[in-house]
């Protein structure tokens, strides 16, 4: 139940019980459960990231993510926030195996960080699934996973299911046979 393929969204809310996961390790100010953390580390490593990106947002309590959520709908509005946050108890970031990342460069916007599709940035996507990382959140999908097109995030699932949804173009859902997402 609490493997690396555990499918959180907004019709599958995290199970009680796994609301803190039991082995979070926290590496430069985000924490990931053990096994995620450690494959980050070595996509970091394997492209030589150095500082150049930032871990912006890694594993949040329910109550983070409450805050964060009306955070959002003060300053940007509901429309914004059902494309960008997910609902407290759904989001992926409550399991400690998601992960957003930043290119460092000046402030950080810690709801949608810049992550372009060139640069570091790009080396660390294509590098990711072989370290057990998919990009989340793909343009196209958007029907599927209920959320907006997110660069930026990235969720652990270990391999070979990284290797497989990448060359197949497969999102989580549609890996796992949800079909479709939200209406
Ligand atoms: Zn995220």
Known sequence: ????????NSRHPLPEGLDVPPDLSVTD???????????LKAVLEHIG???RIALVSGWRSREEQ???????LRDSGPEFT??????PGCSEHQTGLAV???????EIDFIRPRFPYSGICQSFRLAAPKFGFVERYPAGKE????????????RYVGLPHSLIMTESGLTLEE?????????
């Open 100 to 106: 957003d990342l930043g290119l460092r460069e000046g």
């Open 1 to 8: 139940m609490s493997g690396n393929l555990i499918l959180v």
């Open 143 to 154: 029907h599927i996973t209920g959320i907006a097109h997110e660069p930026w995030h990235f």
């Open 82 to 87: 059902a494309k960008y946050v997910a609902l």
């Open 66 to 72: 409450e805050e964060i959520y009306a955070q959002s």
């Open 29 to 39: 100010g985000a924490a990931l459960r053990s096994e995620a953390a450690e494959a």
């Open 49 to 51: 990231a150095g500082d």
């Open 175 to 183: 890996y796992l046979g949800e079909g479709s997402g939200e209406a």
